[in-house]
């Protein structure tokens, strides 16, 4: 999909407010790969090719095993995982896919055993965060395969 529009430039003010979520983000407690597998698997579930494309570069830059991005569809499956990431995985998806009311009390108990509070609060804000760009990405298009690899990486 080509540009429709460049939110960048006439949705700066309204993005600013999205990229408060992922400067705050960047000071998390939670380990970036991490970040990043959710936000890879968010976006693979939404059909953003640019968040798939910038997502999968940026881990790779980290040194992520490519097995990960290339069965992540399937990570139930697959035994590259930990425990952690299958935890967060159930979580990103829960509360990505359409007809989600209610988080299940299973997928609730298992991802609490895996992390704090406070890593649950901002493992849910990253998934918000993700499937926010995704629906912007989605609706005004975007350059796909323009990104480089920590192109918008916060310092």
Request: hydrophobic share 45%; glycine share 6%.
């Amino acid at each position: 999909m080509t540009e429709r529009i460049d939110v960048n430039e006439t949705g700066r003010e309204a993005l600013a407010a999205l990229f408060g979520i992922v400067k705050y983000l960047s000071k998390s407690p939670l380990e970036e790969s991490l970040l990043h597998l959710i936000e890879f698997r968010v976006s693979q579930i939404n059909g953003c090719a640019f968040c798939l494309d910038m997502h999968s570069k940026d881990l790779l830059a980290m040194g992520e095993n490519p097995q990960k991005l290339f069965v992540m569809d399937a990570w139930r499956e697959a035994p590259f995982y930990s425990e952690r990431e299958r935890a967060a995985l159930a979580w990103a998806e829960v509360l990505t896919k359409p007809g989600t009311c209610v988080v299940p009390d299973a997928i609730f108990e298992e991802t609490r055993k895996h992390f704090t509070e406070q890593e649950l609060v901002d493992l849910t804000f990253g998934i918000i965060v993700t499937n926010s760009y995704n629906r912007i990405k989605i609706a005004f298009g975007a350059n796909v395969g323009s990104y480089k690899a920590g192109q918008f990486k916060v310092n």
